[in-house]
């Protein structure tokens, strides 16, 4: 169980990183924040800058360590890697991310062994993996983001639409956060309503022309990323409020149902990768995935989803 002093480190303080680090600064949810970094002078510097914020914000202690540093910690969060170059394929980048993250993270689970580890660098689903392989870190201690960030966003499109709040809006994503994933629309609800009926009801719009919406908001979500990515050159601020969203389940012991990067073990038909999956989370980590109701036709698109992750995990050669 975590302790009632919070110590959380955040490996990485790129764009994601430092603004992991700024939204906790703020929260107060912890009382120690330590950045670590191969490019120390950025750590250093991040650190000054948010040591800085300490009239203004709950006590907490920022400072820049080493990956020694890291023990103790009750939440590891795991941000570095590089960034996708213009003319790199997605499988390259993973190669590299690979790399990367196996060359760290075996000595880092050494030193911070009770913690719990918050996966973010992508490929999220494949380093999610990795870390479980080369650390033998408990499968439920080691928690990507999954397809958490898709799903608020494709929330936040739902709302749009319906013209509602978002907080009125509950839809998953599932797969991969990334190319496969697919949207269950038979679970998607707005007020208690379906998506559907509650269009019908309160929009006076037809069954084809929702059905038409659903797939424009979801080629919205999936190309999102790309669009933030093209006018500001990175996403940080959404994915920064995603894994605050997981840290406070995670530290308050909700065991809320969040769509996560976990294990399957024949969960949906998968077996033997992490992808982005309904979990139960709280003060242990990962607690269950849940096994949501989908239609024939959304199990159709599931299974395909899962054959091009399956697909991805082989050409990495990540299972061997």
């Known amino acids: 169980m975590l302790s009632k002093k919070r110590k959380i480190a955040i490996l990485g303080t790129g764009n994601v990183g430092a603004t992991i680090a700024y939204s906790l600064t703020l929260s107060g949810l912890c009382s120690e924040i330590v950045l670590v970094d191969v490019n120390k002078a950025k750590a250093e510097g991040e650190a000054l800058d948010l040591s800085q914020c300490a009239a203004a914000v709950p006590s907490v202690k920022v400072w820049c360590g080493e990956y020694a540093d890291v023990a103790d910690s009750d939440i590891v969060v795991v941000t570095f890697g590089i960034g996708r170059k213009p003319d790199q394929t997605r499988l390259d980048l993973a190669k590299v991310n690979i790399g990367i993250l196996t060359s760290v993270m075996p000595d880092v689970a050494k030193i911070a062994p009770e913690a719990l580890y918050i996966i973010v660098s992508n490929p999220v689903d494949v380093l999610t993996y ?6 033998g870190l408990p499968e439920n201690r080691v928690i990507g983001t999954g397809t958490l960030l898709d799903s608020n966003r494709l929330i936040k499109f739902v709302a749009d639409y319906c013209k509602v709040d978002a907080h009125n809006v509950n839809a998953y994503v599932l797969g991969e956060h990334g190319d496969a994933c697919m949207s269950p629309w038979s679970l998607c609800t707005v007020a208690g309503f379906s998506m559907q009926e509650y269009a019908k009801r309160f929009l006076g719009v037809t069954e084809a022309d929702i059905n038409a919406e659903c797939e424009t908001i979801y080629e919205d979500m999936v190309k999102s990323g790309s669009k933030v990515i093209k006018a500001k050159g990175a996403t940080f601020y959404a994915i920064a409020a995603s894994v605050m969203q997981l840290i406070k389940a995670i530290l308050a012991d909700t065991h809320t149902l969040m769509p996560l990067s976990a294990l399957a073990h024949g969960e949906y038909g998968a077996n033997d990768l992490c992808m982005g999956v309904p979990c139960t989370v709280g003060a242990n980590g ?14 159709k698109l599931f299974d395909e989803k899962i054959a091009s992750l399956n697909a991805t995990y082989d050409a990495l050669n990540v299972r061997n």
Do not use: M, N, S
């Open 130 to 135: 990795a870390t479980i392989k080369c650390t």
């Open 286 to 299: 990962l607690e269950k995935i849940v096994e949501l109701p989908l239609t024939a036709e959304e199990k």
